[in-house]
């Protein structure tokens, strides 16, 4: 069973960056056919994909965020990570990492507020 748990700050400042980290275990980044995405849910939405990292390493990104995203992974430590730029409070939101129907994170609660 693949087992997902992110990890990172709770509470940024607007114009900071986030860092959030995905570690991974049952199942290899680099086992093919996967890929590792992060989603996000904010209050009264619903999912929104952000981007994910793809068994090779190659990384696809949403359009509306791909100028603010970086997703890449450490596989010696068999993690991932996100990276979202210039933050808002428009960016606060509960954020999931997932391998799709093979498992998904608790997902962690990010605020941004001055």
């Known amino acids: 069973q693949v087992q997902l748990q992110e990890s990172g700050p709770g509470l940024l400042k607007p114009s900071q960056t986030l860092s959030l980290t995905c570690t991974v275990s049952g199942a290899s980044l680099q086992t093919n056919g996967y890929y590792w995405s992060w989603i996000r849910q904010s209050s009264g939405n619903g999912l929104e994909w952000i981007g994910a990292i793809g068994y090779t390493g190659t990384s696809y990104y949403s359009r509306s965020l791909e100028t603010r995203t970086s997703i890449s992974r450490e596989t010696s430590k068999n993690q991932f990570t996100l990276q979202l730029n210039s933050v808002t409070a428009e960016d606060t939101a509960v954020y999931y990492c997932?391998?799709?129907?093979w498992g998904w994170g608790q997902g962690v609660q990010v605020t941004v507020s001055s």
């Open positions: 997932t391998a799709g129907i």
